[in-house]
C-alpha cells in the first residue's frame, strides 16, 4: 500500500486524500519548527490523529480518531517517523460522497507536554468502481 510522505507544519493546510471505504496509510515525521531538524519521538508518550467536522467540536464527537498503538505507529522513532493507518471501517459509515473534513496529529512529549504536529484537511473521495475485484 503506497504512503504519502507529509512534514507537518501547523497551519499549512495540505488536504490528504482518500477514498470512503478503503484503507489508507499516511506518514508523518516530526521536526523542529525552526530548524526543520528531524525529532526523536522515542520517549514521546502518546500520539492521536482526529478527524472532524469542524475543529471546534468536542473530541468525542471526532468523526476518526486513532492513537499510539491503534492506528498510529512509531515507524522510525529516532527520526520521529510515524504513520496513521486509516481501515475501511473508519469511513464506510460515511456518505458516498466527495466530503472535507478538518485534521490534525498531535503529539505528547516526554516532558508532558502536548504539541500540534500538523493541521490540514482530509478529503473524502466518493467510490467510483464499485466492484470489489
Excluded: C, H, Y
Amino acid at each position: 500500500m503506497p504512503t504519502i510522505p507529509v512534514i507537518p507544519t501547523p497551519f499549512n493546510n495540505p488536504a490528504i486524500q482518500m477514498v470512503v471505504g478503503k484503507e489508507r496509510q499516511f506518514q508523518f515525521q516530526v521536526t523542529d519548527r525552526q530548524s526543520n531538524a528531524v525529532v526523536d519521538v522515542t520517549a514521546w508518550t502518546s500520539f492521536r490523529f482526529m478527524v472532524k467536522v469542524n475543529p471546534g467540536d468536542a473530541d468525542i464527537a471526532a468523526v476518526i480518531s486513532k492513537t499510539l498503538g491503534a492506528g498510529i505507529t512509531k515507524l522510525v522513532p529516532t527520526q520521529g517517523l510515524l504513520q496513521v493507518t486509516l481501515a475501511p471501517a473508519d469511513t464506510s459509515g460515511l456518505l458516498d460522497v466527495r466530503q472535507s473534513f478538518f485534521a490534525e496529529i498531535q503529539g505528547v512529549d516526554a516532558n508532558a507536554l502536548a504539541w500540534s504536529l500538523w493541521q490540514g484537511g482530509l478529503d473524502l473521495l466518493p467510490t467510483a468502481v464499485q466492484a470489489n475485484n
